[in-house]
Every structure is written in structure tokens, then in C-alpha cells.
């Protein structure tokens, strides 16, 4: 499906005076980031690949492209619809797996479009690109005294999601595109509390409660995109993480606690690495024991999080559960 970039209300000059942002995965995380630059008086493209998805961007302000990135052919055709003078390109397009393409190459193969398609529009190759990653890239720790991890740390992801994230990263690493790559830790927020189900139902948690959880709040994630999609940036690549790695075990015994609900278990150590325990929470992602650190980003950019740690940001959204 094909869709050119509607006019909005407002007049040619106003627009022309204010940045245009483009955003190629407007979802948990690209909306309150179009809602920061919305709120700025910025005006925001986004990408998507439903016509339905497209009406809903368009009730709050925001100018729907539909487009799937996978989709070479739409370029020949849309050619003309190039938005040009772009401030900032978001990408925050799922690392899900695709079932045609191999991991390696389904984003690759997206910003390789993207960038055909934005190198028709005069002035596009200074836009600076962001791109959302995430911490899985990380080499598993294991077996070190130290288990920090930073943006010197080495890379080494297993599951499909990170492959196809890092081998994104080392494609922009290799184009002349300037852009920031952001790797973040496990993102929360409204409607988004990792395991709270599990743990309302009662259930064993399969990992293992001693080893470390990292998190970001969804709205300091999208502050720190804003930072980082315009002025200054000294470095091409963070970690985003609040900096106060907690244990699992209190991860969940806060959670359960400030809702009333029964202290969590455990799988037993020695069947966590064994076959599938009946009733038991399957381990969804890899539950490598490492701590994610912020410093890099913390010293570059004048950020002060709303939400520096897990109770901080879970206190609100436990109450507005509870209610």
C-alpha cells in the first residue's frame, strides 16, 4: 500500500520553521517519543506498515507513511514523497523474528531501504539517525568477577532478537550515516511490567532470583532519545539503563509485596537448565547476570531521569494497577 505524506493544517512557512522528525516504528517506545517532539512543536512523520495503525497516528498529530521497510518495490513509487530537511530519524522497529528472513539480515535489509529512500530528499544524509538496540548484544558475563557492562564490553547475542540488532548496528557502523546507536536495558512502563502476571497468578519464576535485572522507564528512554537526535553528541553509542541494577529476588518481592499478593517462587536451581517444569514461567530471554551501566550516556548528556530506579518507577504504576 502506498501513501504519500499528507499536508497538515497548519501553513507552509510554519512548517518549514519547525524540525521534522521521521519515526520507522511508532509503537510502545517511538510514541512518547513523538509526544516529546509534538509537545516541542516539532512536526513528526512516522512509518508504518498498517492502515489502521495509520488513522490512529493521525488523531494525535502525527503524519502516517505506510510503508513496510522490508518492501524494496514501495521505493521506485515513492520516490517523490521523501520528506526532506529531516532534524532526526528514529528507528524502533521490533527485533522480533521474521519468518522469511534470516536475523542477520531483516534490519540491515530495512535501513538499507530507509536509506535509498531518505538519500532522495536534498539534505537528508546529515539527518542524524537513532537506532534502538538492546543490551542482549552483551557477550554473557558469566564466570568474571565483574559483571558491569558498558559500551566497551564485548558483543556476543545468541537469541535471534540481538543478532538482528548488532548486526544493524555494524551496518550503520559501515555507512557514512550519521546516527547514534542506543542499547537499552529492559524497558517498563504503563502497561508494561515485566512478569507481573506470573506473579499475580501465583506462579514459579524460572530464573534465577540472585542474578541482576536492568531496567529503563519508557519515559526516560524517550528523553534520552530526544537528547541524543539533536545537538551535540559526543559518542555514537550508549547504554540506557537508570544505573541501579536489582537482584531479581527484590525485584519481585516488591512487586508482590506493594500489591498484597503471596511472596514469589522459584524453580529449583538444578531444573532451570533441565526440561520445561510443568506450571513454571518459561525463560523468555537470556538470563545472563550482568549489570548495565550508564555512565557513558550520564557524562555526555545532561539527563536527569524521572524514574532513577525500580521503585521509583514502579510505586505509580503498582498504585494505578491496584486501583
Avoid at 548488532?166 to 547514534?180: M, P, Q
Avoid at 551535540?232 to 541494577?245: F, I, K, N, Q, T
Wanted: hydrophobic share 40%; aromatic share 6%.
Amino acid at each position: 500500500m502506498i501513501a504519500s505524506i499528507p499536508n497538515p493544517p497548519d501553513s507552509h512557512s510554519d512548517r518549514q520553521s519547525r524540525p521534522t522528525r521521521l519515526i520507522v516504528g511508532c509503537g510502545y517506545v517511538g510514541l512518547r517519543v513523538a509526544s516529546l517532539w509534538l509537545s516541542a512543536g516539532d512536526r513528526v512523520l512516522a512509518v508504518t506498515r498498517s492502515g489502521q495503525k495509520a488513522a490512529e497516528l493521525a488523531k494525535l498529530g502525527i503524519e502516517p507513511i505506510v510503508w513496510d521497510w522490508l518492501d524494496d518495490s514501495w521505493l521506485l513509487q515513492a520516490k517523490h514523497s521523501c520528506p526532506s530537511e529531516l532534524a532526526s530519524v528514529l528507528v524502533a522497529v521490533s527485533h522480533a523474528p521474521m519468518a522469511d528472513i534470516p536475523p542477520a539480515q531483516a534490519h540491515r535489509l530495512g535501513l538499507a531501504h530507509l536509506d535509498r529512500w531518505l538519500s532522495e530528499a536534498p539534505g537528508s544524509r546529515a539527518t542524524r539517525w537513532v537506532y534502538l538496540s538492546t543490551t542482549g548484544v552483551f557477550a554473557d558475563p558469566l564466570g568474571s568477577q565483574d559483571l558491569w557492562v558498558d559500551e566497551q564490553s564485548p558483543v556476543g547475542p545468541s537469541r535471534p532478537g540481538s543478532i538482528t540488532a548488532l548486526e544493524a548496528e555494524r551496518w550503520l557502523e559501515s555507512s557514512s550515516i550519521e546516527h547514534v546507536v542506543l542499547r537499552p536495558a529492559g524497558i517498563y512502563g504503563p502497561q508494561r511490567i515485566p512478569n507481573v502476571q506470573p506473579l499475580r497468578e501465583g506462579q514459579a519464576m524460572a530464573v534465577d532470583p540472585e542474578s541482576y535485572l536492568n531496567l529503563i522507564h519508557v519515559d526516560d528512554l524517550a528523553t534520552v532519545i530526544a537528547a541524543v537526535s539533536q545537538g551535540p553528541c559526543a559518542g555514537r553509542l550508549y547504554c540506557v539503563s537508570d544505573g541501579h541494577s536489582v537482584q531479581r529476588r527484590d525485584y519481585y518481592a516488591f512487586i508482590a509485596q506493594s500489591m498484597g499478593w503471596p511472596a514469589p517462587s522459584y524453580v529449583p536451581g538444578q531444573e532451570l537448565q533441565g526440561a520445561q517444569v510443568q506450571g513454571a514461567v518459561p525463560r523468555r530471554r537470556s538470563q545472563g547476570n550482568k549489570r548495565v551501566s550508564n555512565r557513558r550516556l550520564l557524562e555526555d548528556h545532561a539527563i536527569r531521569f524521572a524514574y532513577p530506579d525500580y521503585r521509583s518507577g514502579l510505586s505509580s504504576l503498582l498504585a494505578e494497577m491496584a486501583r
